[in-house]
Nanobody, 124 residues
Framework: QLQASGGGLMQAGGSLRLSCAAS????????TAWFREPPGKEREFVAA????????AYADSVKGRVTISIDNTKNTVYLQMNSLKPEDTAVYYC???????????????????WGQGTLVTVSS
């Protein structure tokens, strides 16, 4: 089970950290990811991290502004977002998968467990 939090109303240029707390069968998680769904658009990949924390991946649109990390002692995945832009406005979802996704890690269909989403609104 995943519980996302940390969203809110932000100004452009600001920073925000989203959290995703995992509970239950965390030993079966291979990797977790953040996706976002901008208003009126499809869900898109933001970043992913292996449960060990050793491997990370980012969408080109956020590379250099976003950092995904994991604290295994708390079973929590974080998404640090800096230099926020209005186009970052979206509902952000965390997701988990028990299998290696490789080059398909950007595909929502690879993930079988989803958090409830947290809204991030960035004003200009």
């Amino acid at each position: 089970q995943l519980q996302a939090s940390g969203g809110g109303l932000m100004q452009a240029g600001g920073s925000l950290r989203l959290s995703c707390a995992a509970s239950g069968r965390t030993f079966s998680i291979y990797s977790t990811a953040w996706f976002r769904e901008p208003p009126g658009k499809e869900r898109e990949f933001v970043a992913a991290v292996s449960w060990s924390g050793a491997i990370t991946a980012y969408a080109d649109s956020v590379k250099g502004r976003v950092t995904i990390s994991i604290d295994n002692t708390k079973n929590t995945v974080y998404l640090q977002m800096n230099s926020l832009k209005p186009e970052d406005t979206a509902v952000y979802y965390c997701a988990a998968t028990p299998r290696y996704s490789g080059s398909n890690r950007h595909d929502p269909k690879e993930y079988n467990d989803w958090g409830q989403g947290t809204l991030v609104t960035v004003s200009s």
